[in-house]
């Protein structure tokens, strides 16, 4: 059910050449070896990655130069990997804080090395549209130590209100105070997201009460995307077209190397697909110079990637 998933992840979108310094992951082939163990990458496997767009989030957007650089980052990362034996997919959800390696260009436009930077600035560099996709494509392979980035879409948190009310809106648990930002999401209850309200609830962080981290934002995006596959969901089995005309619904919003003719034969090909649920990578936040910087515990994310993308030799 690509095209169901697609869709979902999007939502709350819109909601590497590596180098290690001791005995760790490294592939400059499909084999590794790693703590001693030879690995083989899997062949039957696929990822897609999504990256949700929102300009003007952060401060340092209002100084960038436009004639190399734009204004909008990747405010969300989910990196679907598809299992094709197991029919299944999850999805890994990546700090936008992340500190990695980034494509960075001069003020002709021409590439001038990489630099370690938050990963959602990798989307900032270039026009904004495919190059900057494939820059932040780049920037999560890398993060992910080389592993391949099969596809990408990327998306606005303009279609939020969109698809939600297409599903009917989802019901989700008020767990954080968003008092004075949005005095509908009563914390303690359950409430039936429609329209904005959900774009505030997958998308506040600065004006929260005692709550202004992407990591308490990320627990949210996790709720809403469990509430919102299952109505996804329910919305196929009900009309098969659904997918299709979602995605037509938000085609002006979206960028995507995906031949969006393939999207109705991908929809049924997955439709079967079980949703495994989400993956976080571990790490910790600190302060930087300016602004909060997520750097990942590399040993727990080379764990992940082994049992994610690699099966014994």
Known sequence: MIAIMILSVVIIASVIAVIVHYSVLHRDTRFIHYNGDRYRYRDDISTLLVIGI????DEEESSLDKYYRNSSQADFLLLVVFDKTAKSYKVIQINRDSMASIRTYDIMGDYAGTN????SLSHTYGDGGESSCEDTVYAVSNLLFGIDVDNYISITTDVVPILNDLVGGVDVPIEDDFSGVDDTLVMGRTVHLQGQHALVFIRARRDMV???????RMRRQHTYLYALEEAMR????DNH???????EAVSDHTITNIDVSDIPSLAYEFASYEFEGIVNIEGESSMGERYIEFYVDEEALQELVIREFYEPA
């Open 54 to 57: 929102d300009d003007n989030d």
């Open 116 to 119: 370690i930077a938050q990963i």
């Open 210 to 216: 005692d709550d202004d981290s992407n990591e308490a």
């Open 234 to 237: 329910d919305s196929f089995m």
């Open 241 to 247: 077209s659904f997918a299709v005309d979602a995605y």
